[in-house]
Structure formats: C-alpha cells, structure tokens
C-alpha cells in the first residue's frame, strides 16, 4: 500500500523539478520584441529572437522580429560597425524568399504602430514583390491597417512595375472603394508605365464620380496624352473641390499653362487647391504673382499654404521676380496691422530666406530696414514666438 503512494509522489517530486528548469522573467521574444521595437537596438534583439526562434512553438512572431532586426541593423549601419554585415545579408535575403502570407500580415501588425524601425520593417515587403503588393492592394481596399495607408501608396510606387498588373485589377474591380481608386490611380501617374494608358481609357468609359475621372485625365496627362489639357484646366473651375484638387495638383506637371489663369484661382476656398497652385506658380512663373503670394501669408488659410508661399516667394526671389519684396514684407511687419502673431511669424520667415537677406543687405546705405527690424523687435513685438526668429534674422544680418 505505501509503494502505490510512493509512486505519485515521485512523479510530483520530479515535475516539480523539471518546471525549477523552465526560464524564469521575460521570455526571449519579448525581451528582443522590447529591444527591437521600444529601442531600436537590432544587434541585442537579434540575440534573443534568434534563441526565441528555436525555443517558440509558433514560429511566425520571432520569424517576423528577426527580419525586421536584420533590415534594421543593415539600414542603420550596426551590423557593418559590429562585423555582422555579411550574416545580416544573407538573412535578410533567405528570410524573405520565405515570406510566407501569414508572415505578413503579422509584420503589418507589429509595424502599425509608428516605431524607430517601422521605415525598414516596410522596406522588407517592397523587395517581397508580388506577393506583397497582392497583400497591400487587399489591406487597401478592405481598409485594414489604416493607419499604414499613405505608406501602402508610397510603397506601390517603389515596387512600380511589379504590382501594376494587380493595381489595374483593382481599379475595374466594383467592390474597391472611389476613394482607394483615387490612390490607385494617382500611384499609377508616379509609377509613370505607359502600359496603364489603355486600361485607363477604358475605365473612363465606365460610370464614376467626378473626383475620380479627373484623376484619371490626370494621370493620363502625365503619362503623355496632352489632349487631356484643356480638361484639366476646365476642372479648376468645376463646383466639386475635390475635382478642382485634383486638376490644381495637376497644374505643376501642365505645360505652357498661363500664369494669369493661376493667380485668378487663388481666389479659390479651399486651402489644398490653393497650396497646389502656389506649388504651381513655382514652375510657371510670373512677377504678377507676387501680390497674391504675400497675401496668402497674412490671410486665414492654413499652414501649408502659406508655407507653399513662402518657397514658391523665394524662387521668384532667387529670380529676379520679388525685386523690393524685402522692403515690402518689412514695412508690412513694422507697420502694425498684421494682428495674428503667426501670420507675423510667416512674415519673418519669409525675411529669412537667403534672397530677401541680401535684398536687405544690398540697401542698407539707402534704407536701414536691418534697424528697423531691431526697433521693432525690442520696443513692439510680444510674441516670444516671432521675437526668437526675428532675433536669429537679426543675427544672421550682422
């Protein structure tokens, strides 16, 4: 009776002591998934997700990780400082020969959060190919892993022909959303494959919201059907923003377009449709834009326009365009009636730009405007915000 007791208690006795065996704190994989993701420190990851990789039942997540690891190592130049280079290739390599569907979908996930390492985890499905661009064109159109989505397009484009057949699939497929085919088509025109033409056309015939057959006029003009011109030109006046966007984004790639007809759709409410013609009147060029260029910087737009201004300002500056513009945009600042201080700021920010400083610099002798901007910088301006740039052009103007 005491063996049959006996013999429970040693298999008790000897579980317990196989479980005293088991790693104690964190497991491989998070330690290296934490160094990876949280820090960016491939070489220490490596060293834990590749014994994770042996020790995991579920293979994909260490798999997934150390792929990442590698192409972050290589992108960062570690694996070069530390003599891992070589072996950092070759893995990088084979292990994305053996991307498997499952595989990446999970790199998806572990890169839909931004991180130090997302830019090269993604790089790792543009050199998949195919196989990947299938993968995002679906991730795209079913809306999974929105937060990736301006990267799927940048993606696209760097694969270019290897993902177009699919690209053209989607666009004629009825369950893809207008606004995924948006994108598509606008990946097309970067991609800039004439193979896209005829697919195109044909798509024109089909029924579709005007947002979407001027996009694809667009991009037909970009892959060399200038008879789509005038059609773009027209869609600046169209009553639907997202028409009138679309044919003002195609404005800087339009040849021989009237300057006139730009400075006249400034006019236009919408701040995407004005940043796209400012970017615009930066490659068709006209001293009578001036005016409105200035004017976009102390109006009600947003930030990106005004920013658009400020650049396209500078080229005309840098020729020979904005003869004055320093004096002018001083007098504007000094003289008090710019009462938003950010508007100020673009203002300052404009001075700043090497062309208006040598403007400034080449009449000191007739006007002191360096002097004037240090009067109103010490006795009127209150914003910290515009007293510290207007300092470092003060500075800079010494």
């Known amino acids: 009776m005491k063996k049959v007791v006996m013999?429970?208690?040693?298999?008790?006795?000897?579980?317990?002591l196989g479980c005293e065996t088991k790693q104690k704190g964190p497991s491989h994989l998070s330690v290296g998934k934490s160094k990876l993701i949280d820090s960016g420190r491939a070489l220490e990851a490596v060293e834990h997700l590749?014994?994770?990789?042996?020790?995991?039942?579920?293979?994909?997540?260490?798999?997934?990780?150390?792929?990442?690891?590698?192409?972050?190592?290589?992108?960062?130049?570690?694996?070069?400082?530390?003599?891992?280079?070589?072996?950092?290739?070759?893995?990088?390599?084979?292990?994305?020969?053996?991307?498997?569907?499952t595989e990446m979908k999970n790199l998806l996930q572990v890169l839909s959060t931004k991180s130090r390492v997302q830019k090269d985890g993604l790089q790792l499905l543009v050199d998949k190919?195919?196989?990947?661009?299938?993968?995002?064109?679906?991730?795209?159109?079913?809306?999974?892993?929105?937060?990736?989505?301006?990267?799927?397009?940048?993606?696209?484009?760097?694969?270019?022909?290897?993902?177009?057949?699919?690209?053209?699939?989607?666009?004629?497929?009825?369950?893809?959303?207008?606004?995924?085919?948006?994108?598509?088509?606008?990946?097309?025109a970067e991609i800039g494959d004439e193979k896209a033409i005829a697919a195109l056309?044909?798509?024109?015939?089909?029924?579709?919201?005007p947002a979407l057959a001027m996009e694809i006029s667009t991009t037909l003009y970009q892959l060399g059907e200038e008879s789509y011109k005038t059609e773009l030109i027209e869609g600046l006046s169209h009553s639907d923003v997202d028409v009138r966007r679309a044919a003002a984004?195609?404005?800087v790639s339009i040849s021989e377009v009237s300057p006139k007809i730009l400075i006249e759709k400034?006019?236009?409410?919408?701040?995407?449709?004005?940043?796209?013609?400012?970017?615009?009147?930066?490659?068709?060029?006209?001293?009578?834009?001036?005016?409105?260029?200035?004017?976009?910087?102390?109006?009600?737009?947003?930030?990106?326009?005004?920013?658009?201004?400020?650049?396209?300002?500078?080229?005309?500056?840098?020729?020979?365009?904005?003869?004055?513009?320093?004096?002018?945009?001083?007098?504007?600042?000094?003289?008090?009636?710019?009462?938003n201080a950010e508007n100020r700021l673009h203002l300052v920010q404009l001075l700043k730009r090497e062309p208006f400083q040598k403007q400034i610099k080449a009449i000191k002798l007739i006007d002191?405007?360096?002097?004037?901007?240090?009067?109103?910088?010490?006795?009127?301006?209150?914003?910290?915000?515009?007293?510290?740039?207007?300092?470092?052009l003060l500075d800079t103007l010494q």
């Open 201 to 209: 056309k044909s798509l024109q015939k089909a029924p579709m919201a």
């Open 266 to 339: 400034l006019q236009d409410s919408d701040a995407q449709v004005v940043t796209a013609l400012v970017e615009a009147l930066a490659v068709h060029r006209d001293a009578a834009a001036v005016d409105a260029l200035v004017n976009i910087l102390t109006s009600e737009l947003n930030k990106d326009a005004k920013q658009a201004a400020i650049d396209t300002l500078e080229v005309y500056g840098e020729n020979k365009l904005a003869r004055g513009l320093a004096k002018r945009i001083t007098t504007l600042l000094t003289g008090g009636t710019v009462s």
């Open 50 to 101: 590749e014994k994770a990789e042996q020790e995991e039942v579920n293979k994909v997540e260490p798999r997934v990780l150390l792929l990442i690891a590698y192409s972050h190592g290589l992108a960062s130049g570690s694996a070069k400082i530390h003599g891992v280079e070589a072996k950092f290739k070759n893995q990088r390599a084979q292990r994305i020969a053996e991307l498997t569907d």
């Open 249 to 251: 984004k195609a404005m």
């Open 129 to 188: 190919g195919p196989e990947a661009a299938a993968l995002i064109l679906e991730s795209l159109s079913k809306g999974r892993y929105p937060g990736l989505h301006t990267n799927f397009t940048e993606m696209l484009v760097q694969m270019e022909t290897a993902g177009l057949d699919m690209i053209l699939e989607k666009l004629t497929d009825e369950t893809t959303p207008a606004t995924v085919k948006v994108k598509l088509v606008r990946v097309l």
């Open 368 to 392: 002191d405007l360096d002097y004037k901007l240090y009067e109103y910088y010490q006795k009127v301006e209150k914003s910290e915000l515009v007293k510290t740039s207007l300092k470092q």
């Open 7 to 16: 013999i429970p208690l040693i298999v008790l006795l000897i579980t317990s």
